[in-house]
Each structure stands twice: as structure tokens, then as C-alpha cells.
């Protein structure tokens, strides 16, 4: 089969370790970049057509483009690719408010040819695929309720990238940029979740975005799960304990390029009948982040026409962006000083 013609919008980090993946599928090649930061020219040394303005390379003859830009960016340039006719890949969030991914639909629903996937990767960690696996064997029984903690030690490094830090261009902070892949990983679990209750803050690092949100959230069947997702944990942590009727499961470290979070585990608890209350102990261990392969190749049978997407699709990116929001409605105070609206409405 002929490779598709990918084109990758914001080369940055993030855009360079799409490529890597692109690269690498056999049913993909990467013909063109853009970037604001990089110089139009006819081609680098490898033969990619480099733009500086996203609309050029949209005029490409590409078959798909991967979107890694600022968040303010992100709905505008994918709905930009689908009436283009292109598929599109964009990275989390779907863009600053519920809103944005709302008006992304509206064109998605008009162009029902184009594969739109959005990049929550975390569901594609092999630690996550085997808890996975675990629940619906049923062998620990029935989900209870999960807590979790996922953050790191600041906002933004602002040598880096200042546009993170401004309410205007992120729509949010340490939630909607870190905490939404929690919130993800939760609904793939448990389902949907109405009623929350929660406290935002941003009393630490001072911007007009927070940096701490502590949340408690229940669903129909009574579920509830918590969240903190900080900014000021001074290291790098990802904790996911989901507890069953017959025994839980323990999510600890996230393998990443930085490795920053630590080493990846998943340690499985089944109760046991020992009069010292002792439970039966296992854990597995993850040496490979292998969700940037699986993601990309699941993209990749997607736009061939071998499958169907199955995680990340647009449904999936406005339910946990509403999830978010309704984090930020639910604390009034914060609700009134940033004139938060009710995502449900």
C-alpha cells in the first residue's frame, strides 16, 4: 500500500516525537512541517518541505497532518485540516473550552469521511491496557472507587513557553493540561461522572491559571473518584489506585522521554481470607513507552480504512473537557472571578 502523506503543524518536542512515530509506521511518512519558529524554504536536508505558516502546508498534497501547537491554536487548525478534506491528529486538550471542541464537531459532523483522533495517550501505556484487561475479567470483582494524583513541580518553565502561564492563550492550567489525561483515564474506567465537587487554586505561582485543583466526583451508579492535580508537588508523580470488590489495583510512574516520573509499575491486590487481613501481592513492571507506537499505528489503520478509532475521538475530547470545566463551575469562587460557564449548558 502507498504511504500517506503526512504533514505535522508545530514542531516542537512534542511534534519531533510524533515524527520519530510517523516515521517509523510503514504506512506513513512525514512530507512537510510548519512552525512559526522555523524559515519557509523549499526543503531541509532530508527532503521535507518546510513552512512557516500553517495554512501552506495545508495547500500540500498530504493525506492527514498531526497538530502539536499552543492550545489557543489547536481547534482553529483542525477545523482548518478537515475542510481541507485532510484527516487530522491533535493533540490534548482540544483546544482552551468546551466550546472549541463543540465547534470542531459542528465541521467534523459535515465532513463524516475524515478520521478526526485527538492524542490522550495514556490510555495506550501497557500498564493502563493490563488494569485494563484485569477489570472486565472480572477476577477482582467490581470497581468501588478510585483516587488518584497526578502532577509536577510548576507551571512552566518560562524560558520555555510563557503562552502555558496565561489564562487567554492555555484557557487553563495544571488540570487542563496534565490533569485532563487523569480525568480520561478515570472515565475509561468508570464511565461518566455528573456531580462534582471541587476547590481550584492558584494561590503558589500566581497566574491568572491554576495551579492546584483538588476534585471529588460521582457517577449514576455510584462511583466515586477523586483527583489532585498540582503544579506545586516539587517532583514529578502519577498515582492511579482503583479499588475493587475482591481486591485493587495500583498504578504508580508513567514511563515519558524525561523518565522524570519514575519507573512504571502496576501492583495487583486480591483480598484474601488470611485472619492478619494480608492480601496477595503482585507487581508488574514497564520498561518501554510503547503508547506513541500504539497510538500513531491505530491512526494509521484508521486512515487506510483497516479500523475503526477507538479511543480519542472528538466524543471522548468533549466529554473530558466538559469533566474539566465542570471542576472549574464547581468551586463558586473560582467560577465568579474567571466567569467559568456552566459546560452543561
Not at 9 to 37: C, M, N
Not at 71 to 86: F, H, M, P, Q, W
Not at 141 to 153: A, L, P, R, T
Amino acid at each position: 500500500m502507498k504511504k500517506k502523506r503526512i504533514g505535522i503543524v508545530g514542531y516542537g518536542v512534542v511534534g519531533k516525537r510524533r515524527r520519530q512515530f510517523i516515521d517509523a509506521h510503514p504506512l506513513l511518512e512525514t512530507v512537510a512541517i510548519s512552525d512559526v519558529r522555523l524559515k519557509s524554504q523549499e526543503a531541509d536536508s532530508d527532503g521535507i518541505r518546510i513552512f512557516s505558516n500553517y495554512l501552506d502546508l495545508l495547500n500540500e498534497d498530504l493525506d492527514a497532518v498531526f497538530i502539536s501547537v499552543p492550545n489557543y491554536y489547536a481547534s482553529e487548525i483542525t477545523i482548518a485540516g478537515i475542510k481541507k478534506g485532510l484527516h487530522v491528529f491533535c493533540e490534548k486538550p482540544p483546544g482552551r473550552t468546551v466550546e472549541d471542541i463543540k465547534a470542531v464537531i459542528a465541521v467534523e459532523k459535515k465532513n463524516p469521511k475524515i478520521v478526526l483522533k485527538y492524542g490522550f495517550n495514556h490510555r495506550y501505556h501497557d500498564s493502563v491496557i493490563e488494569a485494563l484487561k484485569i477489570i472486565q475479567s472480572g477476577v477482582l470483582g467490581e470497581v468501588i472507587n478510585i483516587d488518584s494524583v497526578y502532577g509536577k513541580s510548576k507551571i512552566v518553565d518560562k524560558k520555555v513557553a510563557t503562552w502555558r502561564s496565561s489564562r487567554e492563550k492555555a484557557g487553563g492550567g495544571i488540570l487542563l493540561d496534565q490533569g485532563i489525561h487523569m480525568l480520561d483515564l478515570i472515565r475509561f474506567f468508570c464511565g461518566e461522572f455528573e456531580e462534582v465537587k471541587s476547590f481550584i487554586t492558584n494561590d503558589f505561582w500566581k497566574h491568572d491559571i491554576e495551579d492546584n485543583a483538588f476534585a471529588i466526583m460521582k457517577n449514576k451508579r455510584g462511583l466515586v473518584a477523586s483527583l489532585h492535580s498540582s503544579a506545586t508537588l516539587w517532583e514529578h508523580l502519577f498515582s492511579l489506585n482503583i479499588y475493587l470488590t475482591k481486591g485493587f489495583l495500583k498504578l504508580s510512574g508513567l514511563l515519558t522521554s524525561t523518565r522524570s516520573y519514575g519507573e512504571e509499575t502496576l501492583v495487583i491486590g486480591k483480598r484474601s481470607n488470611s485472619p492478619d487481613g494480608k492480601m496477595t501481592l503482585k507487581t508488574l513492571r514497564f520498561h518501554e513507552d510503547n503508547s506513541w507506537k500504539y497510538e500513531i499505528d491505530e491512526f494509521a489503520r484508521a486512515i487506510t480504512g483497516k479500523q475503526k478509532i477507538t479511543f480519542g475521538i472528538s466524543m471522548d475530547a468533549l466529554e473530558t473537557m466538559k469533566l474539566v470545566y465542570r471542576m472549574y463551575y464547581a468551586d463558586a469562587e473560582w467560577r465568579k472571578k474567571y466567569r467559568i460557564k456552566n459546560p452543561d449548558k
